[in-house]
């Protein structure tokens, strides 16, 4: 697919949903934008409280007048939804979220602390209506993988007609034997410069939400699905509709999308391929860095 932005100069896409992408365009409005039939639908504008954070995740449900667009936004990770015959943004009053996907026809929202917010947009308002808890990490998992030295980024997908979550453990500074190494190791007392070791992924856990518990259990193994996630919308997808993939695999891109241009070598480049069965990594061969960073792209359900 070429020129997917023809007629939308200076055009940032900042999150996709199926067979859609919202678009900031150079004034920085929104609106929803298909790349297969150019189709376009202006969104109201983001008063000054509201301005999303370019990068953050958007989620759209199918394009109806009577749909709702829900944006993540701000300092404080709050939400917001809008209709299409709307000229106006409404708050949902909460705020810390990272995720959000269209499951079962209503908004699952997942938390900073893990845990996930169920809302049913079948009321005037949308209502809460379920929390389930955040996944319960071993010991071992804090022992290897410190706070100090890692973070995670965490994703919401939709597999095998079930809810999982993917948790992507990430070193703020790996050095070139992929070991992460605390930010004050990269000062060196006879360089000026310090050493640049960029963020990198080390780590993916997957778990599936139990609808009955309404507690997370861990995936040991994807079977056929591949998963793919990054900066906007994830998705899982089976090795049979698609070409090229391994199954039991996740594909990833950066996401870090404001630290892309601090250093060349620094951001932009954190993206490949994990095996479950294993945990080993792969990158293409092909590209080290990716500026501006990629997304996904996916034709509209049927």
Same mark, same amino acid.
């Given at each position: 697919?070429?020129?997917?932005?023809?007629?939308?100069?200076?055009?940032?896409?900042?999150?996709?949903?199926? &067979?859609?992408?919202? *678009?900031? /365009?150079? !004034?920085?409005?929104?609106?929803?934008?298909?790349?297969?039939?150019? $189709?376009? +639908?202006?969104?109201?504008?983001?008063?000054?409280?509201?301005?999303?954070?370019?990068?953050?995740?958007?989620?759209?449900?199918?394009?109806?007048?009577?749909?709702?667009?829900?944006?993540?936004?701000?300092?404080?990770?709050?939400?917001?939804?809008?209709?299409?015959?709307?000229?106006?943004?409404?708050?949902?009053?909460?705020?810390?979220?990272?995720?959000?996907?269209?499951?079962?026809?209503?908004?699952?929202?997942?938390?900073?602390? &893990?845990?996930?917010? *169920?809302? /049913?947009? !079948?009321?005037?308002?949308?209502?809460?209506?379920?929390?389930?808890? $955040?996944? +319960?990490?071993?010991?071992?998992?804090?022992?290897?993988?410190?706070?100090?030295?890692?973070?995670?980024?965490?994703?919401?997908v939709e597999s095998l007609g079930g809810l999982w979550l993917v948790d992507r453990i990430v070193g703020y500074f790996v050095n070139s034997e992929g070991i992460a190494v605390d930010e004050f190791d990269l000062l060196i007392p006879e360089d000026t410069q310090p050493l640049v070791c960029p963020y990198r992924t080390k780590l993916f856990n997957v778990y599936e939400l139990d609808h009955k518990q309404e507690t997370w259990k861990k995936v040991e193994s994807l079977g056929d699905p591949v998963i793919f996630v990054g900066g906007n919308y994830s998705k899982s997808m089976s090795i049979h509709d698609i070409e090229g993939c391994e199954s039991n695999t996740i594909y990833f891109s950066d996401e870090n999308w404001n630290q892309v241009d601090e250093d060349y070598m620094y951001g932009g480049h954190d993206f490949g391929t994990f095996k479950l069965t294993d945990g080993s990594f792969e990158t293409p061969d092909y590209c080290s860095k990716f500026d501006p960073p990629p997304f996904w792209i996916l034709p509209a359900r049927r």
């Open positions: 697919m070429k020129n997917v932005f023809d007629g939308l100069p200076d055009a940032w896409c900042v999150g996709s949903y199926p &067979g859609w992408m919202m *678009v900031l /365009d150079r !004034r920085g409005n929104p609106l929803l934008f298909n790349p297969f039939c150019k $189709a376009k +639908v202006e969104l109201p504008t983001f008063p000054r409280e509201l301005k999303p954070s370019v990068g953050e995740t958007y989620f759209v449900e199918q394009l109806r007048k009577s749909c709702r667009v829900v944006v993540i936004y701000g300092i404080q990770s709050s939400l917001a939804f809008c209709t299409l015959e709307d000229n106006t943004w409404t708050d949902l009053g909460d705020e810390g979220y990272c995720d959000i996907i269209c499951y079962e026809n209503q908004l699952s929202a997942l938390a900073a602390n &893990g845990s996930i917010a *169920v809302w /049913d947009f !079948r009321s005037p308002f949308p209502t809460k209506i379920i929390t389930p808890s $955040a996944p +319960v990490s071993d010991a071992d998992h804090y022992m290897d993988f410190p706070r100090n030295k890692f973070f995670t980024q965490s994703y919401l």
